[in-house]
């Protein structure tokens, strides 16, 4: 699954807390970082995201492993601003595999940023190979201004540059920028 690191958080009216009463359907933009799905129709909105039904249990833990550490500013970590073009998060893509052996799941974490600071992934590495079923974290690095997940330049940070899944009796090794479905149970 792919994530996007924004400047803008989206979100309905309803979902905010206010005192006053607002119209239901209204949209509310803050100003705010957020990781998480573009909200539709938004290429600079990124509607938060907790936990997503579509990925696996261990991705979860992913995903919720850098919503709880990403924006410590003890971490200097900055989201990428599409209008600015500076700083540094893009995206996170959490792939989960199935290891040939045993059947058990082997997830990927790419993280793409704008540039070339493993340094700044370290604390974020420390606690998601914390996670047992992390076999590789990856960094693509992209410095288009564009918006697409694909890097130019691919580093393995922690483990093993692919992770392999099983379809049909086939088996893939799958990297970082390799399409493939993302939910390979259905």
Request: aromatic letters at 10%.
């Amino acid at each position: 699954m792919e994530f996007s690191f924004g400047t803008k958080r989206w979100m309905k009216r309803e979902w905010k807390e206010e005192k006053e009463e607002v119209s239901k359907g209204e949209e509310l933009e803050t100003d705010g970082y957020s990781l998480g799905l573009h909200a539709p129709g938004f290429f600079d909105k990124v509607l938060h995201v907790e936990t997503c039904l579509l990925h696996s249990e261990p991705a979860d833990k992913v995903l919720a492993v850098v919503q709880g550490s990403w924006t410590d500013p003890a971490l200097g970590l900055t989201p990428y601003d599409v209008y600015k073009h500076t700083g540094f998060l893009k995206h996170l893509m959490i792939r989960t595999g199935r290891n040939v052996s045993t059947g058990a799941p082997e997830v990927m974490v790419n993280f793409v940023t704008s540039c070339y600071k493993p340094e700044l992934l370290v604390p974020l590495v420390d606690r998601i190979t914390k996670i047992s079923e992390v076999v590789s974290v990856v960094n693509n690095v992209n410095t288009s201004v564009g918006n697409t997940s694909v890097g130019e330049q691919e580093y393995t940070l922690y483990g093993k540059p692919t992770i392999t899944e099983m379809l049909r009796g086939l088996t893939f090794q799958i990297s970082a920028n390799s399409f493939f479905q993302t939910n390979t149970k259905q």
